[in-house]
């Protein structure tokens, strides 16, 4: 039976795996070592259905066929020519792409087996087997190397970061893509060496604080650990840094600095970077844009007086919110006890009206003047927006304060509505005509779709 590439490349994958053969892929050799009689028939039979001219040399060195193959000759060595394509290059095995990934000085378009789904770097285009397209590579930028300090007996640090720099976001399908796989395992380490202050052995990266950091990088796939999300995360960060050649070097520094400040210590970074990657890129961005203001250093200390001001808002916001909740339970314990005396006491029904008209003034009262705080908040956000936050970009600003600022308003505007139902009921308790039952004069004066569009329009002020 004839196989397909995808399975000749899954097939001889799972016997690397398993450490059963020696695999080497070239441009345009495939050679197979240590193969078995059964693993060489296999191998030679599979290879041969592509149309790709085949040899076998035995233990002794010499070159023998599948007829001859002979238990007492083993191990042997299997070669394949793998023919010119059209365009660009092919990739059996994904060893061989692992290895032309970290290794190859040019690019251009691939063709994996393992690839289900296309994707692009800065430096090549990967396609599934038989699949192509017109691919330029990304610009040059600065060189990690020129930023990054090496203590290694071996150069760990990439020369070029376009290889692993995407040119599109990640989705779950595309991440559970093999071929892809393989190139986020190799992809993880080499991006954050790349944004490290120093690299020391392998599996250590060194960011500048203060307080200073250091992070492990362990042998095992970190990627799996990191997630799509946090995949994401790095990429980002790492693009930001190298987008530029001219502020590769400032931007470089303060996201390193920014990462050594906020990664929480004693948690492994692929737990860490997903939590912290966006506020991590946030922060580095804010600075680099403070720093280009022409603000002088008073304004360096800015991005902490922003984050302070939002911090504080919501913390008001939320006071507001709970003085308003007391205020409700006041109301709602008066008003029951209003219902109450009015069916079983002899009071004069003037009192007990009056009592109602002050307890709802003063729910209004608080229900209103937290709605004013909101209000003057959002005007002085948008005066400072305009004349001292000007350079920061829209949407780092609507990341950074609006969106926080709305969600911490919002459970106040909940709160807020049941507030005003429950006054506007106290209000007609007070003028009802305590000759008849409160039901029917809430009927007659049709009150649960007033109170509903009511709170709807409170809502949505």
């Known amino acids: 039976m004839v196989l397909s590439p995808n399975a000749v490349g899954a097939l001889i994958d799972d016997w ?21 009689v059964t693993r060489a028939r296999q191998a030679t039979e599979a290879l041969r259905g592509l149309g790709w001219p085949v040899g076998i040399v035995d233990a002794a060195q010499q070159p023998t066929d599948l007829e001859q193959l002979d238990p007492d000759l083993e191990p042997f060595i299997v070669t394949a020519e793998k023919p010119d394509p059209a365009a660009g290059l092919r990739f059996l095995t994904q060893s061989g792409f692992v290895k032309a990934l970290v290794e190859r000085e040019d690019g251009g378009v691939w063709q994996v087996a393992a690839s289900e789904l296309a994707f692009s770097t800065g430096f090549a285009s990967i396609h599934p087997w038989g699949g192509g397209d017109v691919f330029a590579a990304a610009s040059e930028t600065k ?14 640090v990439p020369g070029d970061i376009r290889r692993w720099l995407l040119r599109s976001p990640v989705n779950d399908q595309l991440w559970n893509d093999k071929a892809f796989a393989s190139f986020a395992a190799q992809a993880v380490p080499a ?21 200073n950091l250091s992070i492990d990088l362990p042998d095992q796939d970190l990627s799996r650990d990191l997630g799509s999300s946090g995949f994401g995360e790095l990429q980002a960060m790492v693009g930001w840094v190298y987008e530029e050649k001219a502020a590769a070097e400032q931007r470089h520094a303060l996201i390193g ?6 990664f929480p210590r004693g948690v492994p970074i692929g737990k860490a970077l997903p939590i912290i990657g966006r506020d991590v890129l946030n922060g580095a961005r804010l600075a680099y844009q403070l720093s280009q203001s022409d603000l002088g250093r008073q304004a360096l200390s800015a991005q902490g007086d922003l984050r302070k001001m939002i911090a504080e808002d919501a913390s008001k916001a939320a006071d507001s919110t709970r003085a308003l909740v007391t205020a409700i339970s006041v109301s709602l314990a008066t008003g029951i006890g209003l219902v109450a ?21 003063y729910l209004l009262s608080v229900t209103v003047s937290g709605w004013l705080y909101l209000k003057l908040q959002r005007s002085l956000r948008e005066q400072w927006r305009h004349k001292i936050y000007r350079f920061i970009s829209d949407v780092d600003y609507r990341e ?13 505007y909940v709160v807020a509505s049941v507030g005003i139902l429950v006054a506007i009921v106290l209000i007609l308790v007070a003028v009802s005509n305590y000759d008849e039952p409160l039901s029917k004069v809430l009927h007659q004066l049709e009150l649960w779709p007033r109170l509903i569009r009511t ?5 949505t002020c």
């Open 16 to 36: 690397e795996a398993q450490r059963n053969v020696s695999v080497v892929e070239a441009n345009h050799a495939l050679t197979l070592a240590r193969l078995d």
């Open 143 to 156: 060189s990690p190397l020129d930023l990054v300090r090496e203590a290694a007996e071996s150069r760990v």
């Open 191 to 211: 991006l954050l060496r790349s944004i490290a202050a120093e690299v020391v052995g392998r599996r250590t990266a060194v960011f500048i604080g203060p307080p």
């Open 257 to 262: 600095a920014e990462l050594a400040r906020s």
């Open 341 to 361: 005396a009015r069916s079983t006491s002899t009071t004069a029904p003037w009192i007990l009206s009056s009592v109602a008209l002050v307890v709802a003034a």
């Open 400 to 412: 950074m304060v609006l969106t926080p600022a709305k969600q911490a308003e919002f459970p106040y």
């Open 455 to 459: 709170a709807g329009a409170w809502v």
